[in-house]
């Protein structure tokens, strides 16, 4: 498909439904090649590559880790498409923040976390299975036909129930002026362009569908770990 139709369709996705997925969907869009390499790196992003031009001053961005990753792993091309998901999932999410969060957050405040069941045979012979057979018609469909004898009907199929802390009440009241003073701060460093900065927050706080908490938390999280360990 020619540049200039892939840019038009971007561009009027991103007028049309403002979102953090829009935004996901026309940088994908612009794609050289809608290969999986490219497309899941950007399905995990904080920041698409035009967001972050803009919140930099230094517009040389790092390379991908997880795009370095996937292609430097490349074996797993001959993997069904779903199983190419689960094994990039497997190997950076999961691996390098989900299961770090829970160990870390548990040892932290003596809890035992339930983790995912990571047995190695089970990953291996789940991989092997046909997209055909794993396609989620209904949520998680291979676990409940595998127990569809020990769990409740009632239980199958309860709508899935999310559990997500309330971090974008807590960053507009209880923990605001912690999270203005670091965002201030932040806005101040030499690497970082204050009035994109700002303008984010801003934009948060006017509930703008396009700024999510956890695209501020994180800038948040990073100022406090430079004040915390005297950098900058």
Do not use: C
């Amino acid at each position: 498909m020619p540049f200039f139709i892939k840019n038009f369709f971007s561009n009027i996705l991103k007028l049309v439904k403002p979102s953090i997925s829009s935004e996901k969907i026309s940088e994908i869009l612009l794609l050289e090649n809608w290969n999986f390499e490219n497309i899941y790196p950007i399905s995990r992003k904080i920041f698409s590559d035009a967001k972050s031009h803009k919140i930099l001053n230094n517009n040389n961005l790092e390379e991908n880790f997880v795009k370095n990753f996937l292609l430097k792993n490349n074996k797993f091309s001959i993997l069904p498409k779903l199983s190419q998901i689960s094994f990039a999932e497997i190997n950076t999410y999961l691996q390098n923040i989900l299961l770090r969060d829970a160990d870390q957050m548990g040892m932290a405040h003596t809890l035992e976390i339930r983790v995912p069941f990571l047995d190695h045979k089970l990953i291996e012979n789940v991989f092997g299975i046909s997209d055909e057979f794993k396609f989620p018609h209904t949520p998680k469909k291979l676990l409940t036909d595998s127990f569809e004898n020990l769990i409740p009907k009632e239980i199958i199929n309860r709508q899935k129930m999310g559990f997500v802390l309330p971090y974008e009440k807590w960053l507009k009241n209880e923990i605001f002026d912690f999270a203005n003073s670091k965002i201030i701060n932040l806005s101040k460093q030499g690497f970082f362009n204050e009035k994109s900065i700002k303008s984010l927050w801003k934009n948060f706080l006017k509930n703008d569908k396009r700024v999510s908490w956890s695209r501020v938390w994180h800038l948040i999280v990073f100022q406090n770990i430079l004040e915390k360990n005297k950098i900058f």
